[in-house]
């Protein structure tokens, strides 16, 4: 019995955790990031006030007044939360090795977030401002990429080839760079919002994004079927938009 009412207490914990206000909290929050689909380790106080340790897919970064939060999921339970980054003690991407005790140098030195000067008055790095950048290729590109079920190091490179072509002015760890791509878990739904604000980018960066993705699906050797489906989808999707573009044969 007691073992019964402890498993109700945990239940009934991760049930509340969601607060009252988490409606209204997203109906009226500031987008700062979407679409990124990272995975991470956070350690955290809950709402309870205890400190939990788990595995999250952040979805989206977002700003309600003064506080930002992670919307995404909680691996372990495969739930739907909403954490307040104040109650972040430590976070790290799952591909690094060192972790961040300030979750708001996180966001923006890993995940490219523009964070207010009173928080972090810390300039972006350029690893940051690449991110910023490119996130939305690089989400619709990691999709790409394992849509097939494969992630292979040979497409992996061609992405960052592509960063770095895309951001030549700036000076970053390309190190760094494939530990995010590493940890990037784009589903669907990422995929589809990070490619709606791609196309709003123009032809100067759809053109070299739709030949990079070419050279994704070519990089293995062989076109398997879902990306062949995929790359149909987005030449549809552009031209229906008047997008005009080659691509190599």
């Keep these: ?6 498993k109700i207490t945990e239940n009934q914990e991760q049930d509340t955790f969601l607060p009252p206000l988490v409606e209204e909290t997203l109906a009226s929050s500031t987008e ?3 679409g990124v689909s990272f995975l991470v380790t956070i350690n955290y106080q809950s709402l309870s006030g205890n400190v939990k340790s788990r595995d ?13 939060y992670l919307d995404g999921l909680a691996m372990d339970v495969k739930s739907p939360r909403l954490i307040r ?4 003690s430590f976070i790290k991407d799952k591909a690094a090795t060192n972790g961040y005790s300030n979750p708001y140098r996180f966001l923006q030195d890993v995940l ?7 928080l972090l008055p810390e300039d972006m790095s350029d690893f940051s401002k690449a991110i910023k950048e490119t996130g939305d290729e690089l989400t619709v590109l990691m999709y790409l990429i394992a849509v097939d079920g494969i ?4 497409e992996r490179e061609k992405v960052l080839a592509y960063v770095k072509h895309r951001v030549p002015y700036l000076n970053y760890d390309e190190l760094q760079m494939n530990d995010y791509l590493i940890s990037m878990a784009p589903d669907e739904d990422s995929f589809s919002m990070a ?13 070299p994004l739709m030949e990079t993705i070419l050279a994704v699906i070519m990089a293995d050797g062989q076109v398997h079927e879902k990306e062949r489906a995929l790359l149909a989808r987005m030449i549809d999707t552009l031209k229906q938009a008047g ?3 080659q691509l190599p044969e």
Aim: overall charge positive; glycine content about 4%; aromatic content about 10%.
């Design 1 to 6: 019995m007691e073992n019964n009412a402890q």
């Design 32 to 34: 700062s990031r979407a």
């Design 56 to 68: 999250f897919l952040i979805r989206r970064i977002i700003k309600h007044q003064n506080e930002y």
């Design 85 to 88: 980054v104040a109650q972040i």
């Design 112 to 118: 490219g977030v523009e964070i207010d000067n009173s």
């Design 151 to 154: 992630r292979s190091s040979s």
């Design 195 to 207: 490619f709606q604000r791609v196309m709003r980018k123009g032809i100067i960066v759809i053109q």
């Design 243 to 245: 997008y005009e573009f």
